[in-house]
Structures are given as C-alpha cells and as structure tokens.
C-alpha cells in the first residue's frame, strides 16, 4: 500500500551541499525504521543512514558520519537526507526505504522507493 518516491537528486560539484527528499504516500503503516540506502557503481547496494520510529535513534554509515543529516516530518510523511561535503565517492544511485513493525534499521527494508541519482563530479 505505501509506496516510497525519492527527489532532489542531481549533479552536485564536489564539495557541495545536497537535501534528497523522500515522500510516503498509501495507506498509513507505523514502520520501525525508514532510511536511506545507496548503490555506488560496479558495487552493492549499502545503508547510509537510518531513523528508527521506535526510539527515535539514528544510524550514518561511517564513511558519512559529521557530514550527511537525516531527519522526518511524519505530518508530511517525508524524510530527508541533508549531504554536506560530497566527493566523488558519493557518486551513487540513492534510495529511499523503510521496515515495518518487525523490521530495524539493521534489517532488510520491505519498500523501496525507484532512487534518485546523485552524480558527484566537476
């Protein structure tokens, strides 16, 4: 029923600054975690950042801890990932999914929005 759109993508200079946005639309569904994922060329796909609805935690990948923000306004079912000092190694498809009651930002996320390109190059 809820399916996942993604925005903002785009070609970003190095060392710029981008907000993707993720809007929810369907049936109303208490999920336990809704975040971002990414797949980088000729690699998998990886968990960038994460915000678990049951505690209200957050979760960023290593490689984009300091510099990626992710947030939600559950009144506008959106969330957002604010990216801060983007390098070529950004340079990747990013999508926008969440788990339901039974899932975690650690687990396999059961909607998946269709990604947003995010070409990072000058």
């Known amino acids: 029923q809820v399916q996942l759109v993604e925005s903002g993508g785009g070609l970003v200079q190095p060392g710029g600054s981008l907000r993707l946005s993720c809007a929810a639309s369907?049936?109303?569904?208490?999920?336990?975690?809704i975040g971002w994922f990414r797949q980088a060329p000729g690699k998998e796909r990886e968990r960038v950042s994460c915000i678990s609805s049951s505690d209200g935690s957050t979760y960023y990948a290593d490689s984009v801890k300091g510099r990626f923000t992710i947030s939600r306004d559950n009144a506008k079912k959106m969330v957002y990932l604010q990216m801060f000092s983007l390098n070529p190694e950004a340079t990747a498809v990013y999508y926008c999914?969440?788990?339901?009651?039974?899932?975690?930002?650690?687990?396999?996320?059961?909607?998946w929005g269709q990604g947003t390109l995010v070409p990072v190059s000058s």
């Open positions: 369907g049936s109303t569904v208490d999920y336990r975690a």
């Open positions: 999914a969440a788990a339901g009651l039974l899932g975690s930002c650690h687990g396999d996320p059961e909607v």
